[in-house]
């Protein structure tokens, strides 16, 4: 027996209309493979994380062990996201967003509590990044985009 599996075949890309679509175009390619794999990490880590505090049998216990799981990913992570620009930080955002099928916003607010959650949104909005930003590849163009270049990666076509 043999399993192959699914690929998922788009249109040809039209011509790009000016030289500053294709620039987007070739940055979202650049984006997606730098930013992708982190996605998908921070999703398996919310799952992991959230099966495992509801183990804890107290609130106390789950907030302790949420602390420390926080300290542990800012300091696993804290140097490979200080590398990260601009454009890449609003595509991780994005990318949370399509694996989670939440805000970055919404998942900090329901494992950190809404102050915290407002906080860090108001830190990345200093630097030009919103948490709450959507992801709708049915009716945004960019998304849409987004979503192309994300599923041509995962099945090694780009």
């Given at each position: 027996?043999?399993v192959l599996?699914?690929?998922?075949v788009?249109p040809?890309m ?7 679509e ?10 997606v ?5 982190y996605a998908k990490l ?11 505090i509801e183990t804890?049998?107290t609130?106390?216990?789950r907030?302790d062990h949420?602390?420390k799981m926080?300290s542990?990913?800012f300091?696993?992570?804290k140097?490979?996201?200080?590398k990260?620009t601009k ?6 955002i994005?990318?949370?967003?399509r694996?989670t099928?939440?805000?970055?916003y919404?998942?900090?607010k329901a494992?950190l ?5 407002g ?6 909005r ?6 709450r930003t959507s992801y709708k ?5 960019k ?7 994300a599923?041509?990666?995962e099945?090694g076509?780009?």
């Open positions: 027996m043999l599996s699914d690929v998922t788009f040809p039209k011509k790009f209309k000016n030289k500053k294709e620039e987007f175009y070739w940055k979202t390619v650049r984006d493979r730098k930013t992708l794999p921070i999703c398996e880590t919310l799952i992991e994380t959230y099966e495992y804890f049998p609130q106390k216990e907030e949420l602390k926080e542990a990913v300091e696993q992570y140097p490979v996201l200080k990260f454009s890449q930080a609003q595509m991780l994005k990318l949370i967003n694996e099928n939440q805000s970055s919404n998942i900090l494992f509590g809404s102050f915290r959650a906080f860090w949104q108001t830190f990345g200093v630097f030009g990044v919103n948490l590849p049915d009716k945004d163009r998304d849409a985009i987004i979503e192309r270049v599923t041509l990666i099945q076509q780009l």
